[in-house]
């Protein structure tokens, strides 16, 4: 089997691009992938464009404050479940 690839997504009001960098993802020929979405309080309609797709591969995780992407990013890796780790900017 082939091993499983984590996908970290960082969201700050990131609509703008999000639905594209989202359909990069389904998009690929690698199916073998989980997205650890972090929604870091987001004030526009992220979670609206996010939740319209529906994949289990997708996991969702709001922070209740803002944090710098360095620390939004070490909570989000810890969430992760893959062999291999890979980052995703919403643009």
Same mark, same amino acid.
């Given at each position: 089997?082939?091993?499983?690839?984590?996908?970290?997504?960082?969201?700050?009001?990131?609509?703008?691009?999000?639905?594209? +960098?989202? =359909?990069?993802?389904?998009?690929? !020929?690698? *199916?073998?992938?989980?997205?650890? /979405?972090?929604?870091? %309080?987001? &004030?526009?309609? +992220?979670? =609206?464009?996010?939740?319209?797709? !529906?994949? *289990?591969?997708?996991?969702?995780? /709001?922070?209740?404050? %803002?944090? &710098?992407?360095?620390?939004?990013?070490?909570?989000?890796?810890? !969430?992760? *479940?893959?062999?291999?780790?890979? /980052?995703?900017?919403?643009?």
């Amino acid at each position: 089997m082939k091993p499983l690839i984590s996908i970290i997504m960082n969201c700050h009001n990131g609509e703008k691009y999000l639905h594209q +960098s989202l =359909k990069s993802i389904l998009n690929q !020929k690698y *199916k073998n992938w989980e997205l650890i /979405f972090w929604d870091n %309080f987001s &004030k526009d309609r +992220s979670k =609206k464009i996010l939740k319209k797709i !529906k994949d *289990k591969r997708i996991k969702y995780f /709001f922070s209740k404050k %803002f944090l &710098k992407l360095y620390h939004s990013r070490n909570l989000a890796i810890r !969430k992760a *479940k893959g062999q291999y780790i890979s /980052f995703l900017d919403t643009d």
